[in-house]
């Protein structure tokens, strides 16, 4: 019978140039149990602007990214958009990105919704009713390697005169995350600026991947002249940001792929 190996067989491991048993210390468990994962948010705008002529123009950019997960705001509804999205980029990458849809509520929900694509393992989807003309939020529990994180998507109420509404849709989303034991990002286009009441009551408990890195972020909207920035990444504190930027900010052959950049972070957790 096979035998493993134990303290008195140091030598025999020398000699078939395996090393000496060590134990591992506490640096080496976290380490190890340490992973990384890249997160990006995109508002598709639905099929507006001729999207089949614009859709190349998006899966190019997102198979050049590889985001693990994709958070996607004005996904349309009637025609699977989301779900065409997920099949192109598997086909484009050989990654199988799967698919958690939320439309909106009431009528609206018949035209787009918001999707998180994911092409790690991630746990069935929780939907949050947001008020408004007809808002959700969705969450997901996906895991990079064993260590699990909270995505959060939203989109929040896009009138200018709102702003108290958008104020109290986030406190909605942060009291939906209470009960998660999970490091938590939410993303997506949130429909305000850094300095309105939303995005002060997110900065509570979040910070923008951008805080602290040496990356120009002018504005997100729109995109052809984004002067605007509304478009967001947000992590908890202790979710460490290796790296952000933005993608899809360029028109090509004079066609912008969304009325949005996309923004992307690379995370560890």
């Known amino acids: 019978m096979a035998r493993g190996w134990h303290e008195g067989d140091s030598g025999r491991r020398e000699a078939c ?5 060590r134990e591992l210390s506490l640096e080496d468990r976290y380490t190890r149990s340490v992973a990384e994962l890249t997160i990006a948010t995109l508002n598709l705008r ?17 198979a050049k990214l590889q985001p693990d997960v994709l958070c996607l705001q004005e ?28 439309p909106k509520r009431g009528y609206r929900g018949l ?10 393992p991630a746990g069935r989807h929780r939907t949050l009713a947001l008020g408004g003309s007809g808002r959700v939020a969705q969450r997901v529990v996906a895991k990079a390697d064993v260590r699990p994180v909270v995505v959060v998507i939203a989109h929040l109420e896009h009138r200018s005169r709102s702003a108290a509404l958008r104020g109290s849709q986030v406190e909605s989303i942060l009291g939906w995350l209470k009960d998660s034991t999970h490091p938590a990002v939410v993303a997506g286009d ?17 910070r923008s991947v951008f805080s602290g890195l040496d990356v120009q972020l002018v504005g997100t909207s729109p995109a052809r002249e984004p002067h605007r920035i509304i ?5 908890v504190e202790g979710v ?18 969304s009325d949005h950049i996309g923004l992307w972070a690379k995370i560890r957790i």
């Open 17 to 21: 140039g395996l090393g000496p048993i």
């Open 46 to 62: 639905g099929v507006h602007d001729s999207w089949l002529r614009r859709e190349p123009l998006v899966i190019a950019g997102l």
């Open 75 to 102: 996904a349309a509804t009637w025609c699977l958009q989301a779900h065409w999205v997920a099949w192109r980029l598997s086909r484009r990458t050989g990654r199988k990105y799967r698919v958690s849809f939320a």
């Open 111 to 120: 035209f787009e919704g918001v999707a998180i694509l994911s092409a790690l």
């Open 190 to 206: 949130f429909n305000d600026v850094p300095d309105s009441p939303a995005l002060a009551a997110l900065s509570a408990g979040f």
């Open 231 to 235: 478009d967001y990444i947000m992590a």
């Open 240 to 257: 460490e940001v290796m790296d952000a930027g933005k993608f899809l900010d360029e028109p090509q052959n004079g066609r912008w792929p």
